[in-house]
């Protein structure tokens, strides 16, 4: 299995782009969450998703939009980015709302907007 | 306003010797807490969690102290050893209804580790 795998690592924007962190697990897992850690923050919850086709909003949603269609995947997409948006970015999943001790999370991608 | 919070963002530690993180919290709405241990440039991953219905969990060299009173929760690690050395996360899980489920956690901001050899 590998796991949470997050794509892109890295990523520079520049205000006002639009680009998608994509996240994939493998474990066959119905709840997926994206989050973000600023530095005095801690990470906060943006949007998750218990099964494909079902979305919800977390702590901090506004910005950012995402999607579920398939078990797989659950990409975050930046319509607008803004620099306030410069932060870690961790996807995270789970067997379901009941396996919170078994969370896994992705390496994270380190998102800069100039 | 923050609702889980680790006061010290560091701590040093030799060899051998405890750790002890502390975190507290503001909310008696949640029902389970958890901590994370994070490395450098990886995600977060499980490391133990105690149930608001206990004051005590133990897994190997980790243990759990929880005082529902003070709302505080604290990690302790004997003995400590260098590869400890990493940021550690408490987070705190609302209570749902009965029959209810979440996954949704509430973060404190981190304590940085540091076990010198």
């Known amino acids: 299995n590998a796991g949470v795998t997050q794509t892109p690592k890295f990523q520079v924007l520049k205000t006002g782009q639009s680009m998608t962190l994509q996240c994939a697990q493998d474990?066959?897992?119905?709840?997926m969450s994206w989050y973000r850690q600023d530095p005095g923050m801690g990470l906060r919850l943006i949007h998750y998703?218990?099964?494909?086709?079902?979305?919800d909003q977390g702590e901090v949603p506004n910005g950012y939009n995402v999607s579920r269609s398939t078990t797989e995947d659950f990409p975050l997409r930046l319509l607008s980015a803004a620099p306030s948006q410069t932060s870690v970015y961790f996807c995270?999943?789970?067997?379901?709302?009941?396996?919170?001790?078994?969370?896994?999370f992705g390496p994270g991608t380190r998102l800069t907007v100039l | 306003d923050q609702q889980v919070k680790q006061n010290s963002p560091s701590l040093s530690v030799q060899e051998g010797r405890i750790s002890i993180l502390n975190c507290d919290y503001t909310?008696?709405?949640?029902?389970?807490f958890l901590w994370y241990k994070k490395y450098p440039a990886e995600g977060p991953t499980f490391l133990i969690s105690?149930?608001?219905?206990?004051d005590k969990n133990e897994d190997g060299r980790f243990t759990v102290f929880l005082n529902k009173s003070a709302k505080h929760l604290s990690l302790h690690i004997v003995p400590s050893q260098p590869g400890d050395s990493a940021v550690y996360f408490c987070?705190?899980?609302?209570?749902?209804?009965?029959?209810?489920?979440?996954?949704?956690?509430?973060f404190g901001t981190g304590t940085l580790l540091a076990v010198q050899p």
């Open positions: 987070a705190a899980r609302y209570r749902v209804p009965y029959g209810g489920a979440t996954n949704k956690l509430i």
């Open positions: 995270a999943s789970s067997y379901s709302l009941r396996s919170v001790d078994t969370q896994y």
């Open positions: 105690i149930s608001s219905i206990k």
């Open positions: 909310n008696s709405m949640f029902d389970y």
């Open positions: 998703s218990v099964g494909a086709g079902i979305t």
């Open positions: 474990m066959n897992h119905e709840y």
